[in-house]
Structures are given as structure tokens and as C-alpha cells.
């Protein structure tokens, strides 16, 4: 799902939501959960709510190149936009001999068995496991890559790309890839770069390049210890339970941003309001920003596109 693309001179930016891509990377996180801590309670809430499922997802990761033979592949360009169950019935069309050459990156061949095993497997964990929670997960998501896309227009894609992960380091005329060896790729071979968003890609980098473009996820941490109660979630709660703060809130929503304006329209003082955009500010829903003489306050929409998926994860969570 492309969200937005501008130009950098003779590059495309392409900010996409990739709702398959999720999928596959939460099913590599179940299917490898030691060399992924950021997601660690995730992967066990989901092995107690469906270990059989679990199992297959890991017995089959020795032959799906831990769930990657996808995204890793030359077909990812083809289903890279498609919604899941899109996804999921193209790959039913397709026959053994085409799937063995996705597959021929890894060094593994398929059988026939083996491809409608893997089928089966996809269909399950997307209709048991998965689908409500990427319903939840799309908003947050997509809210993050439209920020994101607003800073790296600003900032300029390379610079912006620096900020990615440690292991990623750019040079003026190249791009380094820090993994189990040094990938050096020159920025003027490059004339698309697809940037995406992931919960499960954390604490890893993902960059991929195929011919002359580059696809990079930026991971957003999401884990909370198991059955504690998020102060952010507890904080945001109490902020938006008064009359007058969701006022403020609906107020902000519509332009009216400075601490004189606000008090003006609710008819309160502007100490009142103060007291009330403080409140909103420790919960994460208000920034400010210095304008002139006067301080204008912004209320940060993704933090109420986050809250379903934070309120999903905790309250599932088994004592």
C-alpha cells in the first residue's frame, strides 16, 4: 500500500505500509524467537495461544529460509503492495517449479507436499493469529511512515537513512550495510528506494537491493515487560478522561494552538489550561514548539493510533 513518493533529484522515494511484509516478519520472529528479545513476550503469548501452530510455523522455517523466501526474493517486487489475502492467493496460483525458483536463493528445493504444507500454514496464521492484530498494527504503522516521510523530505533521504540503525553508515557517494560482511552500495546506482515500518524487525536491519533498487525497514520497538501495565498507556487514559482536556484536545485538532487561544475559547484561565496541556504533554498526546512571542502546542495524533495496539497486547497478556 503506497502511501506517498516524492523525487531526490533522480531518485524515487516510495513510503509504502506492507501489511505482508509484517506477516512474514512476525512468522520469522516465531519461527526464531531467541535472536529476536525485542519481541520475546509476543512470540510467547503466541506459543501459548496456538502451539500447534507454532510448532509448524518453526518446523518449517528450515525450508522457508525462516519465513524470508519471500521478502528475500526476486518475487517480493510482484507482491511487495498486495493486501494479505491477495498475497496469499497468488502464491496458491503459482506451481512448484516457479515457487523452487524463489526458493533458489536459499539452496533449498520444495516439494509439492512441502509447498501446500506452507500454504496451509500462511492461510492458518493469517486467519487465527494474525489478521486482528494487523488491523490494529496499520494505523500505527502508516501514522509513523507519514512522519517519517516528513523528516526524510527534510532532512534528504541519504541523511535520513543514517539515522536508520548503527549498522547502517553512509558516506557521500555510498551506502554501507554492516552485516556478517561489508555491502557497499554507490547512492548513483540507486533510482528507487521503497522505505517500510516494522514491530518485528527490531533490534535487526533490514536492507535489501535488487538490480537498481534498495528497500529499507525502519524498526519500531513495541515490547513491554510481560504482565505489567504500560505507565504510558495508564498516563494517556488519565489525560483524555476529563471534560475540559478532551476540549483541548478537539480545540488543537482544529488550529487553535497557542495557551491564550485555548483559554479564550473554553473560558477558562490560562493557568487552568496550563495545568491541563502539562497533563497532556507527561502522556505523550502534546508537543510544544516556540513560535515568536508565543508557544504553540501540536497534538500527536499516532499516540491515539497506538493505543488500541498497546491496549490489545496488554490486557491478552496471560497472568
Known amino acids: 500500500m503506497i502511501l506517498d513518493t516524492f523525487y531526490e533529484e533522480n531518485t524515487e522515494i516510495i513510503f509504502s505500509y506492507l501489511p505482508a511484509w509484517e506477516m512474514f516478519f512476525s512468522m520469522h520472529v516465531l519461527a526464531n524467537p531467541e535472536h529476536h528479545a525485542s519481541r520475546k513476550n509476543w512470540a510467547l503469548e503466541k506459543e501459548k495461544s496456538f502451539p500447534e501452530l507454532v510448532a509448524r510455523i518453526k518446523e518449517l522455517g528450515a525450508i522457508t529460509d525462516c519465513w524470508n523466501f519471500i521478502i528475500d526474493s526476486h518475487k517480493w517486487g510482484e507482491v511487495r503492495q498486495m493486501e494479505i489475502h491477495e498475497m496469499l492467493f497468488l502464491l496458491r496460483r503459482e506451481n512448484i517449479y516457479q515457487w523452487n525458483e524463489w526458493m533458489e536463493y536459499t539452496g533449498n528445493v520444495m516439494s509439492i507436499g512441502e509447498r501446500n504444507a506452507v500454504l496451509e500454514v500462511m492461510k492458518q496464521y493469517y486467519d487465527l493469529a494474525f489478521r486482528k492484530e494487523e488491523i490494529l498494527l496499520r494505523a500505527y504503522i502508516r501514522r509513523i511512515l507519514r512522519e517519517e516521510k516528513e523528516n526524510c523530505q527534510k532532512e534528504g533521504v541519504w541523511a535520513w537513512c543514517g539515522r536508520v540503525h548503527p549498522r547502517l553508515h553512509v558516506e557521500p557517494e555510498a551506502v554501507l550495510f554492516l552485516k556478517n ?139
Not at 548513483?188 to 521503497?194: G, S
Not at 483524555?240 to 477558562?268: D, F, P, S, W, Y
Open 181 to 319: 560482511h561489508e555491502f557497499r552500495i554507490r547512492k548513483n546506482e540507486i533510482d528507487r528506494v521503497f522505505i517500510t515500518a516494522s514491530t518485528f524487525v527490531v533490534p535487526h536491519l533490514w536492507m535489501y537491493r535488487n538490480g537498481n533498487e534498495l528497500e529499507i525497514v525502519k524498526g519500531i520497538l513495541v515490547e513491554r515487560e510481560k504482565n505489567e501495565i504500560p505507565k504510558d498507556l495508564v498516563w494517556m487514559f488519565k489525560a483524555l478522561g476529563e471534560q475540559n482536556r478532551l476540549q483541548i484536545v478537539k480545540h488543537l485538532l482544529n488550529g487553535i494552538c497557542t495557551t491564550q487561544a485555548l483559554a479564550r475559547e473554553m473560558g477558562l484561565s490560562e493557568a487552568a489550561v496550563s495545568k491541563h496541556l502539562k497533563i497532556l504533554q507527561k502522556a505523550g498526546l502534546v508537543k510544544k514548539a516556540k513560535r515568536g512571542f508565543y508557544v504553540e502546542y501540536k497534538f500527536e495524533i499516532e499516540r491515539i493510533d497506538y493505543i488500541p495496539y498497546m491496549f490489545y497486547e496488554t490486557m491478552l497478556q496471560k497472568q
